[in-house]
């Protein structure tokens, strides 16, 4: 048996105890404190992002079905700048709704059997749709003419940008070893 009469023992002990209780102020401010506002951040990029896709479309012509491209082509964009060069490492595909001025939908990405019917003033919060759970954030254009949503999968956005109590978890099982 060990005794702890030994002050190397008892320094040891001590410093393994103070490494742990530091981890775990560590992990728990990351968790509690830290990772909701990375969310928060993370909703207000989708919301600028909506809103910049319905500014663009108050400044199109919506008689002519270009409008679909130009939806396209940001979506593309978006999609591209999220990967920023992983593009063969992550399959990122947002939750893109752009819905006219009477709630109708005008485009959906990805297509889906049942359309996401949301009132007009749900601009934000967590949705399931598609058998997928999706963090959601949307704005009005300017003129009133658009409504946008964005969103994106609890999977896409833990894959991306990590979950910070799990990757302080590695550190620690090395700094222990």
Same mark, same amino acid.
């Given at each position: ?73 940001? +979506? ?8 920023? #060069?992983?593009?063969? &490492?992550?399959?990122?595909? $947002? !939750? @893109? =709704? ?53 969103? +994106? ?8 940008? #990590?979950?910070?109590? &799990?990757?302080?978890?590695? $550190? !620690? @099982? =090395?700094?222990?070893?």
């Amino acid at each position: 048996m060990i005794s702890f009469k030994s002050f190397f023992m008892r320094t040891i002990i001590f410093q393994v105890l103070a490494i742990l209780l530091l981890w775990g102020v560590l992990i728990g401010w990351a968790k509690y404190l830290y990772f909701p506002d990375a969310e928060k951040y993370f909703d207000n990029q989708q919301r600028l992002v909506a809103r910049g896709i319905a500014n663009i479309l108050d400044k199109t012509d919506v008689t002519d079905l270009n409008y679909i491209n130009i939806i396209k082509d940001i +979506e593309v964009m978006y999609i591209d700048s999220i990967k920023n #060069g992983m593009q063969d &490492e992550i399959d990122y595909r $947002p !939750l @893109l =709704v752009v819905y006219d001025r009477n709630n109708k939908i005008i485009y959906t990405s990805p297509p889906q059997k049942e359309p996401l019917i949301l009132p007009p003033s749900v601009l934000s919060g967590t949705i399931s749709y598609g058998n997928v759970k999706w963090h959601i954030a949307g704005s009005w254009s300017d003129k009133q003419q658009f409504r946008v949503i964005v969103g +994106e999968s609890f999977d896409n956005r833990t894959t991306i940008f #990590g979950n910070p109590a &799990e990757s302080t978890a590695i $550190p !620690l @099982l =090395v700094t222990l070893a």
